[in-house]
Nanobody
Framework: QVRLVESGGGLVQAGGSLRLSCAAS????????MGWYRQAPGKQRELVAS???????RYADSVKGRFTISRDNAKNTLFLQMNSLNPEDTAVYYC??????????WGQGTQVTVSS
């Protein structure tokens, strides 16, 4: 079992920044992939960015150059630095953990609202 707890969401004006955090605890494998997904009202959940324990990052085209994903493996914490936010970034943001044993977990989500 892996528990994921997100924090850092909120209301920000267009052009502003937010930093999301995801604290992971439990049976965390040494090799895993963690990522951020988001779901806007009436839309499907989509990948924002992902980062494996020892590989390269991956970003959705819509956030490239504005968002940066990072992780602190020693503290089992995932981050998402979001800059130049726009109203289209408004969504519930979810932290995800997946490992080579087929385990896949989600956090409860944190709301990000960008006002125009």
């Amino acid at each position: 079992q892996v528990r994921l707890v997100e924090s850092g969401g909120g209301l920000v004006q267009a052009g502003g920044s937010l930093r999301l955090s995801c604290a992971a605890s439990g049976s965390i494998r040494s090799i895993n992939v963690m990522g951020w997904y988001r779901q806007a009202p009436g839309k499907q959940r989509e990948l924002v960015a992902s980062i494996p324990t020892g590989g390269s990052t991956r970003y959705a085209d819509s956030v490239k150059g504005r968002f940066t994903i990072s992780r602190d493996n020693a503290k089992n914490t995932l981050f998402l630095q979001m800059n130049s936010l726009n109203p289209e970034d408004t969504a519930v943001y979810y932290c995800n953990y997946a490992d080579t044993f087929g385990l896949n977990y989600w956090g409860q989500g944190t709301q990000v609202t960008v006002s125009s």
